[in-house]
């Protein structure tokens, strides 16, 4: 199994940042893919940034060149640093890892961080 802890929430101000933190712990063996993922009120859960084990990183559009995801394999950490921070923004941020061992792929979530951006 795999464990994943978030930190890192809470409340900011209208273009403040935050920088979220995700430890994985457990069987981390076959891991493609880390990322975030964040769900709004009333909307879906939707993609927010991943990176590969080599550290290609991939980002939406909503906050390309706002946040930037990256990871401390020795830690088995990925950190998301937000900037500028928008209303929009407001969700909660689970984090996400992806196994895949021949044709099995494998999903695992953490429990999710509130982030509010509010005035």
């Known amino acids: 199994q795999v464990q994943l802890v978030e930190s890192g929430g809470g409340l900011v101000q209208p273009g403040g940042s935050l920088r979220l933190s995700c430890a994985a712990s457990?069987?981390?063996?076959?891991?493609?893919?880390m990322g975030w993922y964040r769900q709004a009120p009333g909307k879906q859960r939707e993609l927010v940034a991943t990176?590969?084990?080599?550290?290609?990183?991939n980002y939406s559009n909503s906050v390309k060149g706002r946040f930037t995801l990256s990871r401390d394999n020795a830690k088995n950490t990925v950190y998301l640093q937000m900037n500028s921070l928008k209303p929009e923004d407001t969700a909660v941020y689970y984090c996400?890892?992806?196994?895949?061992?021949?044709?099995?792929?494998?999903?695992?979530w953490g429990q999710g961080t509130q982030v509010t951006v509010s005035s």
């Open positions: 996400n890892l992806v196994r895949q061992e021949l044709s099995i792929r494998t999903d695992y």
């Open positions: 990176i590969t084990g080599s550290g290609s990183t």
């Open positions: 457990g069987s981390i063996f076959s891991v493609v893919v």
